[in-house]
């Protein structure tokens, strides 16, 4: 049976350079999307609600045949981020794997401004949404059967310059990356550091595996979306849970070399601490 994976935090259709290449793996994935203005919805009836879920399950339902669905997040919103769990686990029958992905240069190139409303934006799309979903996701492979194995969830950071990058060296602000203002750095930051707690928290884990994962686009595997997105699919197929004997701490992950064959996978992949 094909594995479902959830893809979430660079929503659709930014995220399908991602997807693509996740998909080259075989996977089932669901992946988040933006929200649609609700205010039409509001004024409907009851009865016009539960025709339009009716019709909203079969459209999902049909789009899942490809392999590939789309599902509304509201970062803001902790029911949201349950229901997103939820409709992937009933879309394709199971979940196995998620990914939270915190691409800082795509937040830092829609940045335009710094006030209050963009830090309450800022606190939902970059911290809070990403907390409620874990949760939710940590919660789902909980209830999972043990015959089905461990659950697996991955934060994926790709980092671009901030601005004290930019003051220690100017370089950096060549045109090539975005520069991520305070509010997008606070995010990046929040993201690694709740990331890494995560997973010292799951490091015991008997129903989920937490990896965390960074790189930057001068990086071979971070380069593109298409081409993480295959390095990501690449290390779920080699990953090896640890044992007892080799949990020795919490590490980030990432792509340092080509991958080689499948029978070296140890080989495959570099690991350091930033």
């Known amino acids: 049976m094909s594995k479902t994976i959830l893809i979430a935090g660079k929503n659709m259709p930014e995220a399908g350079n991602f997807t693509d290449g996740i998909a080259f793996s075989g996977r089932n994935i669901i992946v988040s999307g933006t929200v649609a203005d609700s205010e039409e919805t509001k004024r409907l009836t009851i009865a016009e609600r539960k025709a339009n879920q009716a019709a909203y399950e079969e459209a999902k339902a049909q789009e899942a045949k490809s392999g590939i669905c789309t599902i509304e997040w509201n970062k803001s919103s902790p029911l949201s981020a349950r229901s997103l769990v939820l409709q992937t686990a009933t879309i394709f029958g199971r979940m196995d794997e998620a990914v939270l992905y915190f691409d800082e240069e795509w937040f830092a190139s829609k940045a335009e401004k710094m006030d209050s409303e963009e830090i309450v934006r800022g606190c939902d799309e970059m911290i809070a949404g990403y907390q409620y979903l874990a949760l939710e996701v940590l919660n789902a492979f909980q209830r999972r059967e043990t015959s089905e194995g461990k659950g697996r969830l991955v934060f994926l950071l ?117």
């Open 158 to 274: 790709k980092e671009t310059p901030d601005r004290i990058d930019v003051l220690k060296n100017p370089s950096v602000k060549d045109g090539l990356s975005p520069i991520a203002s305070p509010l997008v750095a606070a995010g990046a930051a929040a993201f690694a550091s709740f990331a890494e707690n995560m997973a010292a928290v799951c490091s015991d884990s008997i129903f989920v595996d937490v990896i965390i994962a960074r790189g930057d686009s001068s990086m071979e595997g971070f380069r593109r979306d298409d081409e993480t997105g295959r390095w990501v699919a690449s290390f779920l197929d080699s990953y090896v849970s640890p044992d007892s004997s080799e949990r020795n701490g919490v590490a980030w992950v990432s792509p340092v070399e080509k991958p080689k064959e499948k029978t070296e996978p140890k080989k495959r992949f570099g690991f350091f601490r930033k």
